[in-house]
């Protein structure tokens, strides 16, 4: 390891701050009652030095209040209006002229979400996603915004058919011809990039016995080598970005840039929640902005200077789902910070991650596994309990797509599991489902882990059967 001097260590760290880096904006979501105005919230953004903010929708009142600023705006096209939008030219027209030209330039949106997350929106809205764009995009052509406004939509990180290791990321398999070769040419021609929305949270809960919490929040650690191109990896973001990065060379897209629309960690969650805590959201979030604002590319892109939104300016009480999801503000909803960091280049001169000497209850004991559930039978595949000796761990049917994906990739890869027998032609690829592979990949985890306790936990994706999975004709291992 290199080592510097104290003179050295000071000009490294003057030449840090002076370093170009990338940009961090803020989402600004208001699913709940009890946010302020968007006044006050323009206030809020303009006193701590936040000068990008997306919104999930074109809220008048919202844009009004943004007139006049030097923030930047990204606004959305719910995926509710994807298929008008896609269908009808005239709608497209209708709604920039309504929603964006009316506004524009004294509001400065600078770029349109069309959709978000589509794949996984469960309305199935994905063969209306690129027709919508390319009809959004000749609808700034009439008004000619169409040099000033950018046109993309966010994808989940469950839109890759594999993440792990970072150099084997591709696209999945089935969305390639129908979605991304024609939403990619489209983001190339009118010179716009790919949003990408990414939660190292969501892989460290689920895999908490496999990947460190240090890794996972930017701190110091021996890294990771990437087996494929050899590139050592001191965070999770960096692997998740560089994965999506691979996916697109592997497309032949290497001149398609990324910006990251969603990234954030909860600072609560329920007690099966791994890791939400404030001391956690803390330090993910400011050594993320420390990151960004001082020219971190990553690994496989060192030149990247990328624009971060962090997810989300406020804690939102109207949310559904666990505790977490109405908890990754940075701001109460009476403006108190949840937690203090910087958001600006000179804000990190005063700067310091205080990792806590306590853990917090989240996270005291992350290998606790939750209480089994019952899961049903079906002709495509299920589990049902018994009372044999043997033991199994099979992914839990209910779980989000994106989290056992997560866990799949992460059991293949640094959890060592034999993954071979669910590749393509292998003797366990059919049923070709994301439970049933997510099963055989835990089991192994589980088996070569000795059934241990917490060993088929995988954040709640998982659970313990003691009759043996049924998948196709696939044989499932009791031992190593």
Not at 153 to 166: K, Q
Not at 273 to 290: I, T
Request: glycine share 8%; aromatic share 10%.
């Amino acid at each position: 390891m290199l080592r510097f001097t104290l003179p050295a260590i000071s000009l490294f760290l003057t030449l840090l701050t002076l370093t170009d880096g990338g940009s961090i904006g803020v989402n600004y979501g208001r699913i709940a009652n009890n946010l302020p105005s968007a006044v006050k919230v323009v206030q809020l953004l303009k006193s701590n030095g936040l000068n990008r903010v997306k919104v999930y929708d074109t809220d008048p009142a919202v844009l009004h209040a943004l007139s006049g600023t030097d923030i930047k705006v990204t606004v959305d096209l719910p995926n509710q209006q994807l298929f008008a939008a896609a269908r009808s030219l005239s709608f497209a027209v209708a709604w920039v002229n309504r929603n964006v030209a009316a506004y524009h330039p004294h509001t400065q949106i600078e770029a349109i979400a069309v959709g978000n997350e589509v794949f996984a929106d469960p309305s199935n809205t994905t063969k209306f996603l690129v027709p919508a764009m390319k009809n959004i995009h000749q609808a700034l052509t009439r008004f000619n915004l169409h040099n000033q406004i950018k046109v993309s939509s966010p994808i989940a990180l469950a839109a890759l058919g594999n993440s792990y290791p970072s150099s084997a990321g591709s696209f999945r398999p089935e969305l390639v011809e129908p979605v991304f070769e024609p939403m990619l040419r489209f983001l190339r021609e009118t010179g716009s990039y790919l949003m990408v929305n990414v939660y190292p949270f969501f892989a460290y809960e689920s895999n908490a016995d496999v990947i460190s919490l240090d890794y996972a929040l930017f701190r110091e650690n021996p890294g990771v080598v990437d087996p494929g191109n050899g590139l050592r990896y001191f965070n999770l973001f960096d692997a998740q970005i560089d994965a999506v990065f691979a996916a697109l060379s592997a497309l032949k897209y290497n001149d398609v840039e990324i910006v990251v629309t969603e990234t954030g960690w909860p600072s609560k969650g329920d007690n099966n929640e791994v890791g939400a805590s404030v001391d956690n959201a803390a330090a993910y979030n400011g050594n993320l902005v420390r990151k960004i604002l001082t020219g971190g590319g990553t690994p496989l892109r060192p030149k990247a200077d990328l624009t971060v939104y962090l997810f989300a300016l406020f804690n939102e009480n109207q949310k559904f789902g666990p505790t977490s999801e109405r908890n990754f503000g940075l701001f109460y909803p009476d403006e108190r910070k949840v937690y203090d960091i910087p958001f600006t280049t000179e804000g990190l001169k005063d700067y310091h991650d205080r990792p806590s000497t306590s853990p917090s209850p989240s996270t005291a004991n992350p290998a606790t596994p939750v209480t089994p559930v019952t899961a049903p039978s079906s002709g495509n595949g299920g589990v049902s309990k018994s009372s044999a000796a043997n033991t199994w761990c099979v992914a839990n049917p209910d779980a989000e797509k994106e989290k056992l994906q997560v866990a799949l990739d992460f059991a293949c890869g640094e959890g060592g599991a034999d993954c071979r027998p669910i590749q393509p032609g292998a003797t366990c690829y059919d049923p070709n489902t994301l439970v049933a592979h997510a099963s055989f990949a835990f089991n192994s985890y589980y088996q070569k882990k000795a059934r241990a306790g917490g060993s088929c936990y995988f954040g709640g994706s998982a659970y313990v059967v003691t009759q043996e999975p049924k998948y196709g004709n696939c044989e499932f291992p009791t031992g190593y």
